[in-house]
């Protein structure tokens, strides 16, 4: 019987540019306590809260204003761990939605400084990704196939003014499958990373979906399926003993997101959208382990349900110092808004500073 305690910090300093109006904030962009541990040979867990953007004032930022400075600690996960042998596990608790290899991956690992909203595609379903519920996970070989399939709360039957949604208690289902080209002995981590730094190679594919039924709100009082699916593929490999290239790309796509159409207090349909496609890139070279040179674009177009879309896409790029592997960084992005997006985000530059103990 084993416990670790651990401690992420992530500081952050953002300058933009909208509707000709300069702004600039500082926050503290993450803030997690980590808890994991072992109490039988076979039984583990973890455990981690977080604050979002503790600091943020919506009153001076147009650069980042979905909040409004006060502390908001959560938890982030929590959940027991079951291992039967390598090839079945069962989780329970607060747990990452298995959509996608992005919703996945460590936020202490990003290979961008900080996330582009335009994958943020759980965003109003899921808190952070997360969800209540049960899943079995397991992976096979050294080239290992994974496999990852989950129950979920989603929206449940009575949730607030849900009029109907949902009215047979049907569970969330997502489920997720991928499959590393390289030999994968040394890291069978519940996250991915999106930035190994050369611990490990890295040729991976994966397939996720997610769907609930009825549970998307109509005008005309009555409710949809919820469905979503994404492909993506990864690059983690050293080029040479100074150089190490790391990629990844993706698609995803949906239908029908509960959280859409609804005004704030779930009463009252707005002209939100119900579809959405969605694909990025981005990739990384480290030269000498300290210095690495990132890019990234995504695209989204909406399909709103009053008719019409809107098409938003966004280029970023920056570079990542390493002091001390993820454990002490620090990582500067500048990002270019394209046509739609360039009235609803602006340009922005970002630095952070973060420490993982």
Not at 36 to 53: H, M, P, R, W, Y
Not at 328 to 338: G, R
């Amino acid at each position: 019987r084993w416990i670790q305690l651990h401690y992420f910090l992530q500081t952050n300093f953002n300058y933009g540019k909208l509707d000709s109006k300069n702004s600039y904030d500082f926050q503290i962009r993450r803030s997690r306590v980590v808890l994991n541990g072992q109490v039988a040979s076979n039984v583990d867990f973890f455990f981690q809260t977080d604050d979002l953007k503790a600091g943020n004032s919506s009153d001076k930022s147009e650069t980042d204003n979905d909040d409004d400075g006060a502390n908001h600690l959560f938890t982030q996960d929590a959940f027991a761990r079951l291992t039967v042998n390598r090839g079945f596990q069962i989780m329970a608790g607060l747990l990452t939605v298995p959509l996608t290899r992005i919703n996945l991956s460590s936020q202490a690992t990003t290979l961008c400084a900080i996330e582009d909203p335009n994958l943020e595609v759980m965003s109003n379903y899921s808190n952070n990704g997360r969800d209540a519920g049960v899943m079995l996970r397991g992976l096979f070989g050294t080239r290992a196939f994974e496999y990852r399939l989950g129950v979920f709360d989603g929206y449940s039957r009575d949730a607030k003014n849900a009029n109907g949604r949902n009215g047979s208690d049907s569970p969330r289902l997502s489920a997720r499958i991928s499959w590393n080209a390289l030999e994968n002995e040394e890291d069978e981590s519940y996250f991915y990373s999106e930035n190994y730094l050369g611990k490990r190679n890295v040729l991976a594919f994966g397939v996720g979906a997610d769907y609930q039924h009825k549970v998307y709100p109509t005008s005309g009082g009555k409710f949809k399926d919820y469905f979503a699916w994404s492909l993506d593929t990864a690059v983690d490999v050293d080029m040479s003993s100074a150089s190490i290239m790391t990629m990844q790309g993706g698609i995803i796509m949906g239908t029908n997101s509960p959280g859409e159409g609804l005004s704030d207090d779930e009463t009252v349909i707005v002209p939100l959208y119900d579809e959405y496609l969605t694909f990025y890139g981005q990739a990384g070279m480290l030269f000498f382990k300290q210095v690495q040179p990132v890019m990234r674009f995504s695209y989204r177009k909406n399909t709103l349900n009053a008719g019409g879309s809107e098409t938003l896409s966004n280029l970023a790029f920056g570079v990542n110092f390493f002091i001390n592997s993820h454990y002490a960084a620090i990582k500067t992005l500048y990002s270019h808004p394209f046509k739609d997006s360039v009235d609803k985000d602006g340009k922005r530059f970002d630095i952070s500073f973060q420490i993982y103990m």
